[in-house]
């Protein structure tokens, strides 16, 4: 994705020269947003090789999911609260859907079975499963029968589960990190050569985040207009494009292990990232609506939006059972997400 770094100051040159074309401003910033997401989970990695087991642990599993967290985070200081819960739940799907696809198919391209531990796969998917009811919780309580309904949503309750999920994000550390550290390996390779310095990588990992920081800001801007000419949905724009920017990192990470036929490591990326997104950018997102949003935000979804998401975790549940993959279960997984996007694509706003 090197090359695609080229994206970047095309963007910058579209923004100061064409301020006043919000569809072109917002396809360039889009467009290279996927190589610097990419490149910010590389650095991050380069980073966490010299640090140590433990904190290199932490820093990949807190800054794995940093460009969602900045781009949400800038749709959240423009008031873009629907875009920003599309983005969580979409986030997750491109993780354990996406990636997770095109991780099968990959690897199945290059070898005709892949073999993977099933019970690790089985724990991923039950973390999964729980985080995302503890995220959808508050929807299906604040379900209405009527517009007039006397049931009206209580806010109050959104910092509580969002402290409960980041509780469950610290649980999560501690399990991956110390007492079942043997089911989340490495995302690098064993016998592969740290060919960064720790200087370098600090100052990669410092200058991508600045312009992931302006792009988003950028993006955030022309979010509005393009929602309002293009005719997308803020529900597509967020759980879509946004949330496919965001896991560019996730799913670069997870198609290269998978070509290594590491499906083990895969896997563990792709579901890891869903969990975090859940357990660890949705609770600060909440947390960080206190001070740069206009009202807090409240996690309160869609319910045709939730039922998708928990369709999803079955789906993947049952992928995860039987431990061998093809190319055809990764193609069928590929199909699944399409079939996701378009239905989010059709959902009425």
């Not at 990764?330 to 996701?340: D, F, N, Q, R, S």
Request: glycine letters at 8%; charged letters at 10%; proline letters at 3%.
């Amino acid at each position: 994705m090197r090359w695609l770094l080229l994206l970047v100051p095309a963007a910058i040159g579209v923004t100061v020269f064409a301020p006043d074309s919000p569809l072109l401003v917002f396809v360039t910033c889009v467009l290279a947003l996927v190589p610097l997401a990419a490149l910010l989970g590389e650095a991050t990695e380069h980073v966490a090789a010299h640090v140590g087991s433990s904190i290199g642990g932490l820093l990949n599993a807190t800054f794995g999911n940093l460009a969602e967290l900045i781009i949400l985070t800038a749709m959240l200081s423009r008031g873009l609260y629907e875009i920003v819960l599309a983005g969580i739940l979409g986030a997750i799907l491109v993780n354990a859907m996406l990636a997770s696809g095109l991780s099968m198919f990959v690897g199945g391209i290059r070898s005709h079975v892949q073999e993977y531990n099933r019970e690790s796969s089985r724990d991923m998917a039950t973390l999964l499963g729980l985080a995302v009811f503890g995220l959808a919780v508050i929807s299906v309580l604040d379900l209405r029968l009527t517009e007039t309904s006397t049931n009206v949503h209580d806010s109050h309750g959104t910092p509580i589960i969002a402290g409960m999920l980041f509780f469950g994000y610290i649980l999560y550390l501690l399990y991956s990190m110390y007492t079942h550290k043997d089911l989340f390996q490495s995302r690098r390779e064993p016998e592969e050569e740290d060919t960064w310095s720790l200087k370098k990588g600090l100052l990669v990992l410092l200058g991508v985040t600045v312009f992931v920081v302006w792009l988003s800001e950028t993006l955030s801007g022309a979010v509005e207009s393009v929602v309002a000419t293009a005719g997308l949905s803020e529900a597509f724009v967020g759980a879509v494009v946004i949330a496919i920017i965001g896991g560019a990192a996730e799913m670069a990470s997870a198609i290269r292990a998978a070509g290594k036929n590491r499906l083990d490591l895969a896997l563990s990326i792709s579901m890891g990232a869903s969990v975090q997104i859940a357990l660890f950018v949705a609770p600060v997102l909440v947390f960080a609506s206190y001070f740069v949003g206009s009202k807090p935000l409240d996690l309160v979804f869609k319910p045709q939006a939730v039922i998708l998401l928990f369709f999803s975790v079955i789906i993947m549940a049952q992928l995860s059972s039987d431990g061998r993959s093809t190319w055809f279960k990764g193609a069928l997984l590929l199909i699944v997400y399409a079939i996701l996007a378009t239905a989010i694509y059709l959902m009425p706003s």
